[in-house]
């Protein structure tokens, strides 16, 4: 998919979450189906078959939202998979929020650890990363069972691995 073809669904989500007002819990919400999507083939698969009818990709959006989700957050997702975008889901809602941080004045971070952080730790680290890149951060924390230890911090287009499996790594190298 295009670059443009994501901001600008990424835009209209924005502008709907906007005027329903309630921008921030819209932004959990779809978070949270992007990694249950993400977590399971079967899913993202049925999502992202075109083949199969918009009709029936839908209502396998309202079966796994209805009474989870707000009738927003489902009717989103439902537009984006009857358009033919499911495979594309993360993209857009990572654009989304992207664009919901930007219009408080804040840069969106994502960091991946094994376990949940803290309120004192996603502070903490949204105080570090935001005297490093010099702008105010949004952190959101994704629990990653692959990421054994420590943290992988993305900003943007920047990686940031303090995860345990790249530091052994480059223990071995140094070695």
Do not use: C, W
């Not at 029936?56 to 537009?79: C, F, N, Y």
């Not at 680290?125 to 952190?139: C, D, K, N, V, W």
């Amino acid at each position: 998919m295009s670059e443009n073809r994501v901001r600008g669904y990424a835009q209209a989500l924005l502008a709907v979450a906007h005027a329903e007002g309630d921008v921030e819990n819209t932004r959990a919400e779809l978070a949270e189906v992007v990694r249950a999507v993400e977590g399971n083939d079967q899913l993202r698969d049925s999502l992202s078959n075109n083949l199969l009818p918009a009709a029936t990709r839908g209502q396998i959006v309202d079966d796994i939202l209805g009474g989870k989700a707000s009738d927003v957050t489902r009717s989103l997702v439902g537009m984006i998979v009857a358009a033919g975008r499911g495979s594309e889901l993360g993209s857009i809602v990572n654009a989304f929020a992207s664009n919901a941080a930007a219009a408080r004045g804040l840069q969106m971070a994502t960091v991946r650890t094994a376990v949940a952080l803290t309120a004192d730790q996603k502070t903490r680290l949204e105080q570090a990363l935001s005297a490093r890149t010099g702008q105010a951060i949004e952190l959101e924390n994704i629990v990653d069972p692959d990421v054994v230890g420590g943290a992988v911090t993305t900003i943007g287009d920047t990686v940031i691995d303090g995860s345990l499996r790249t530091r052994l790594g480059q223990m071995k190298d140094a070695i």
